[in-house]
């Protein structure tokens, strides 16, 4: 169970004051240009379940991780959600988004695991969207500060997985009242706002 602190950023200058009071002191660890795809079954096996289907790019062709989610919970702030994910050499990634049929025939065991949980037995691309992740170490968490990009705007938010979200989400909006960034809980995962072409 995958459990993350997420805060919506009030926007572009927000996003720009959260970086730099997490990168203060030289705690930046790292910097992401990710790439997002998603996939159903060709009869929704997936999403019906309210399960999502992942494969993440990193900067390019430097790392790929397919990533299975289900039954995301957002409230309060607080995201929950089961989740199994897998590297795979990103050539193989590539693959599957150009034909999604291919996961069908993979070895990868998250991909069988899964399709054999639910039944798929035809796959369909659903398209993505791309997020820029930098990363800082903050009180021993990493705290991730994304700018994610539709076709149709931006979103910036925060998230901070860890085993004691109440403490963390109390600890982090301390911290960013204290710094006039402007913040409020997330609503909708940005998976959400992919499938339903918002910016909530």
Not at 20 to 49: I, M, P, R, T, V
Not at 133 to 155: A, M, P, Q
Request: charged residues 35%; hydrophobic residues 35%; negative net charge.
């Amino acid at each position: 169970m995958e459990v993350e602190v997420k805060l919506r950023l009030k926007g572009g200058d927000d996003h720009r004051k959260a970086c730099d009071l997490f990168g203060a002191g030289g705690s930046h660890k790292a910097k992401y240009h990710q790439e997002n795809q998603f996939f159903d079954g060709s009869e929704q096996e997936l999403s019906s379940q309210r399960v999502v289907l992942r494969v993440r790019f990193y900067n390019g062709a430097e790392k790929c991780v397919v990533t299975v989610k289900g039954k995301a919970v957002l409230k309060n702030g607080i995201g929950k959600a089961s989740e199994v994910e897998e590297a795979v050499d990103p050539a193989l990634g590539r693959s599957f988004v150009e034909n999604p049929q291919l996961m069908l025939e993979s070895d990868v065991g998250v991909l069988k695991d899964t399709f054999g949980k639910f039944g798929v037995k035809g796959l369909k691309g659903l398209g993505g969207f791309k997020n820029v992740r930098d990363v800082y170490s903050w009180k021993g968490l990493d705290v991730e500060v994304d700018e994610t990009k539709y076709d149709w705007g931006t979103v910036f938010e925060i998230e901070c997985e860890t085993d004691e979200p109440e403490r963390i989400k109390d600890d982090l909006e301390a911290t960013l009242k204290q710094e006039g960034v402007a913040y409020e809980y997330s609503k909708v995962t940005k998976f959400q706002n992919f499938i339903n072409k918002t910016l909530e």
